[in-house]
């Protein structure tokens, strides 16, 4: 026969003090309400998803709002480029820009200036090569060399266009 289990008198004593004297539960767990440790716990349940969420909020809008802020170029590169020629003067940094757009090349020192593609530049190179001629002496021995490779042999200096 086995003995019944008796309740140690610390066991009694915390049992006890959940019920009030009149033998019913606390007020506060029989309206339903949580101790100060559950609601922590209920709150950081809630931190780890809402923390969760507000990453990916912050990753999506850092790849997309850029996209709605950023403008669009309003003139084309052929626009930018000849934005150079003042009073009919083509300078040395606008000849070779041209050059470098129309020929899609890369020209040493020369950086192409941004624009939308407006299929507004023209469809041959004689009036650029004359832009490039005119400022010739102007030119590094590196950037006439790249030039050079898109005039014809016995053209050299006369502004034809090699054959591509």
Known sequence: ????????E????AAAS?????????????????????????KRRLLAPLLGLLVIVG???????PQFFAS????TVWQSIT?????????????????????KVDIPGVTVPHGRDGGDAPTSGTGVMDWVQANRSQL???????INTHLRGADRGLGRVAAQ
């Not at 610390?10 to 004593?13: F, P, Q």
């Open 1 to 8: 026969m086995t003995k019944a289990a008796v309740p140690s």
């Open 10 to 13: 610390s066991s009694m004593k």
């Open 72 to 75: 669009n170029p309003t003139q």
């Open 18 to 42: 959940l019920v009030e004297p009149e033998g019913e539960p606390l007020a506060e767990a029989a309206a339903g309400g949580s101790s100060p440790r559950s609601r922590r716990r209920f």
């Open 83 to 103: 934005s150079g020629i003042t009073d009919g003067t083509v300078s040395k940094r606008t000849a070779v820009e041209a050059f470098a757009y129309l020929y």
């Open 59 to 65: 990753v999506v809008g850092a790849l997309v709002l």
């Open 140 to 146: 590094t021995p590196d950037q006439q060399a790249v």
